[in-house]
């Protein structure tokens, strides 16, 4: 199949074109630059804000896997301008394009009436989706970690130069940590597999960890001893909003947290991975093993003192 990939330079996606290539496809990734690097895979200038830039994007695709998302606003790249409306052109450029297949990235806790603005703009975002008169597959990832994550090796780094690590609020909702390449081989199967169409799927690990134990397990794998500092919610909230207005205000970047992060972090984030391993046959991955595996190339799980 000619599938077309949007944010497929990012962390997932570049995972999902591998494994597209390596499945036989043939892939074009939508960018709004061209990367630096050399690459096999077709590069489509535009971006999903602008309308205007997606018809020769789509122009002989078979399918669209649309992983555009942000965790952070700036400027004009506001949740509801990227989530809901990019969504929206990308539907819409598809449909004149003729393409059919449409598999698309939302988030596990969207619904209607979520607390953060991420999940509010992810659920206007999915009821587009299901509205485009398109096959249409919807996945769900809770926590998604690998090689360039910003989450858990967030913590990774962390771990590396300070003694302690930070917990914000009590740490005790619960994750299902996914490794991108579970995530990114439901993506690549769902696109010929006609039992996903009109249907929508968590994808998330097997293990049900609060933050707290996401952390431990994170210590136990890189064989390091830290203390771990609790944050207050109220006082996090503080540091979150003086963030914001600092990085975007002063330095012109997202902040590396802020307040929208916070309400889901507060949340638990976990779901039902059944239903995606009976019909795309992914066994998700335990974290400890998915971690050891991510961090050393292997599944031990023994201390591995890495640095």
Not at 28 to 42: C, K, M, V, W
């Amino acid at each position: 199949m000619k599938v077309l990939v949007t944010g497929g330079s990012g962390f997932v996606g570049r995972e999902v074109v591998r494994q597209l290539h390596a499945a036989g496809h043939a892939v074009r990734i939508l960018a709004r630059h061209r990367p630096q690097e050399g690459s096999a895979t077709e590069v489509c200038l535009g971006d999903v804000t602008n309308a205007a830039s997606l018809a020769n994007a789509t122009q002989g695709m078979d399918a669209v896997i649309h992983l555009v998302g942000i965790i952070s606003e700036l400027g004009t790249a506001t949740f509801e301008n990227v989530h809901t409306r990019g969504t929206e052109n990308i539907l819409s450029a598809a449909r004149q394009s003729g393409v059919k297949r449409f598999v698309h990235m939302s988030a596990l806790g969207t619904r209607p009436n979520a607390a953060s603005r991420y999940h509010q703009t992810k659920w206007a975002a999915e009821e587009a989706v299901r509205a485009s008169g398109l096959d249409w597959t919807i996945f769900r990832p809770s926590v998604i970690y690998g090689p360039g994550d910003g989450f858990v090796n967030l913590f990774v780094r962390i771990s590396r130069f300070s003694p302690v690590l930070p917990v914000m609020g009590s740490g005790r909702s619960k994750l299902q940590p996914v490794p991108v390449s579970d995530v990114a081989t439901c993506f690549t199967r769902a696109i010929t597999e006609p039992r996903a169409i009109g249907q929508a799927y968590d994808l998330c690990g097997r293990d049900r960890l609060t933050l707290i134990e996401v952390l431990d397990t994170i210590l136990e794998v890189t064989g390091r001893s830290r203390l771990k500092l609790r944050i207050p919610m109220a006082l996090a909230k503080a540091q979150a909003a003086i963030m914001e207005c600092m990085f975007r205000g002063l330095l012109g970047t997202a902040p590396p947290v802020n307040r929208d992060q916070l309400l889901m972090l507060a949340e638990d984030n976990v779901g039902d991975p059944k239903p995606a391993k009976e019909v795309f046959g992914v066994e998700m991955a335990g974290f400890k093993e998915g971690l050891a595996r991510c961090l050393t190339g292997s599944s031990s799980v023994t201390p591995t003192g890495i640095t």
